[in-house]
């Protein structure tokens, strides 16, 4: 079900980042996204200062900043609040 008050995508994104760092494809795979929309997302998010990323060896981790733990964790309360009010909470990582 969409969100009417979220952008989907993004919204996924920030929530997925709550359970720590990760790299940028299990990123847009547990998003639901294509890869290059969570690398354009993750970079814009990175330069509003929610998410930081370190390269590990050959693969770049994505963690969300302090800052970036307050706004995502009131978007998945926002997210719960919002869903299908008949069904339960639905998690992050789950689609409708």
Same mark, same amino acid.
């Given at each position: 079900?969409?969100? !009417?008050?979220l952008?989907?995508?993004?919204?996924?994104?920030?929530?997925?980042?709550? @359970?720590?760092? @990760?790299?940028?494809?299990?990123?847009?795979?547990s998003?639901?996204?294509?890869? !290059?929309h969570?690398l354009?997302?993750?970079?814009?998010?990175?330069?509003?200062?929610? #998410? @930081?990323s370190?390269k590990?060896?050959r693969?770049?981790?994505?963690?969300?900043?302090e800052?970036?733990?307050? #706004?995502a964790?009131?978007?998945?309360?926002?997210? @719960?609040?919002?869903?299908d009010?008949?069904?339960g909470? #639905?998690?992050?990582?789950?689609?409708?």
């Amino acid at each position: 079900m969409k969100n !009417p008050f979220l952008n989907e995508k993004k919204a996924l994104i920030m929530m997925n980042l709550l @359970d720590g760092a @990760d790299y940028i494809r299990h990123i847009a795979e547990s998003s639901n996204t294509m890869y !290059p929309h969570a690398l354009q997302t993750l970079k814009l998010l990175e330069k509003r200062g929610y #998410v @930081d990323s370190k390269k590990e060896g050959r693969i770049r981790m994505y963690q969300l900043t302090e800052e970036g733990k307050k #706004v995502a964790s009131l978007i998945q309360e926002l997210w @719960d609040m919002t869903q299908d009010q008949g069904g339960g909470q #639905v998690s992050a990582g789950s689609q409708e």
